[in-house]
């Protein structure tokens, strides 16, 4: 079997940084949502879905793409991200009934804050040294888990 990460990662590149922790724990590709074809997810079993949270939600493009794959045919799916609140994986909520959906089977979910600066939550600057290196591992550890229950 054979797996590919994909990720969203336009604010600090907090999420690429989890993505490629997971890549190297489960020897796989990560690419990010432009660097990769519909032609070329068909190909994999397990995909590992990742971006920033962005107002609520993950990012659209990784929908988007998702729509392309003609048979998802209980495809496997992780779901992962980074966010400002330090329990973002309540925002995934949209991304796991799309998932569901389109008939992707939905095998688990990572989430670790992120740094952010901006005005969104009314301070300055969030979780400036995350993903930190605890992050990291908790994300390897999952991906770990995942290739583990699904391979
Ligand atoms: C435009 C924008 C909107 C955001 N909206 C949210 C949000 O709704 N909830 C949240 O927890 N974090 C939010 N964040 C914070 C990001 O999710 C966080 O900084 C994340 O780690 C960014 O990942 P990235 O560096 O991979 O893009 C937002 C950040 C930006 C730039």
Partial sequence: MSCIIVYV????????KVALAMA????CEAKSVEEVSVEELEKYDLLGIGSGIYAFGMD??????????????GKKVFVFSTSADLNGAKYHKG??????????????EFNCPGAYTGWFFGKKS????????SDLKSAKDFAKSIVEKVF
């Fill in 9 to 16: 990662s336009k604010h600090k590149g907090n999420t690429k």
């Fill in 126 to 133: 969030l979780n400036l040294d995350r993903p930190n290196e």
């Fill in 95 to 108: 991304m796991k009934k799309f998932l569901q959906k389109r008939g992707f089977s939905f095998v688990g």
């Fill in 60 to 73: 659209r493009e990784l929908k988007k793409l998702l729509k392309k794959i003609k048979n998802p045919n």
């Fill in 24 to 27: 190297q724990e489960i020897n």
